[in-house]
């Protein structure tokens, strides 16, 4: 499959391309794309494990990386964000947020599949793609903290790492230098993602 063809003029192609050669080469299991589990229930929780401890830096540690490896060369600056994202488990079907909706953050994808959509003009097609696993969502608009540009949909049951307003105020204030170096790698992305 030719992936230039397949998702033309999206905002997200290279980044799609990078993260699906990344998922081949690390070996990503990809049971999370079945459908044979149900739906599970929307769950908004700390990184700890079922003992109440705090997990080991798996996530959403191989998930920054996995999104932010092309710019980073220090793997610690992942380490020192984990504390900051909270993760989220959405059912398939669940609408994320609706185009014009405040933003609630910024979200990297640790496993699933995101559809947006884009409504832009009367006149201009509706542009719709999908986001996989490490890529961002809402990333821009909740760094700025504007109205979301798109409606966002959970294609396939995903768990996300969310870094809310609040997350990024304190990120901001307890670790200044961390945060500027966050933001230029959340941009670094945006930028060449949509120049390619």
């Known amino acids: 499959m030719d992936l230039q063809e397949s998702l033309p003029h999206t905002p997200r192609r290279a980044q799609l391309r990078d993260a699906g050669w990344r998922t081949i080469a690390i070996g990503m299991p990809t049971s999370f794309l079945t459908r044979s589990s149900p739906p599970l229930p929307i769950s908004i929780g700390e990184n700890k494990n079922r003992r109440g401890t705090p997990a080991p830096l798996m996530e959403p540690f191989n998930a920054l990386e996995q999104a932010f490896s092309p710019y980073v060369g220090d793997r610690a600056i992942f380490e020192q964000l984990v504390p900051y994202f909270e993760r989220i488990t959405v059912p398939t079907g669940h609408v994320l947020w609706k185009q014009g909706d405040a933003a609630d953050g910024l979200y990297v994808i640790g496993t699933g599949v995101l559809r947006a959509t884009y409504r832009f003009a009367a006149h201009t097609p509706v542009i719709e793609e999908s986001m996989v696993p490490g890529t961002l969502a809402g990333e821009l608009s909740g760094l700025a903290g504007l109205a979301r540009n798109a409606t966002v949909v959970v294609e396939r049951t ?19 230098e961390l945060a500027r170096t966050f933001t230029a790698l959340v941009l670094k992305g945006a930028c060449c993602n949509v120049r390619r």
Request: net charge positive; hydrophobic share 40%.
């Open 158 to 176: 995903a768990v996300l790492w969310r870094l809310d307003g609040g997350a990024l105020r304190r990120l901001e204030t307890e670790r200044p």
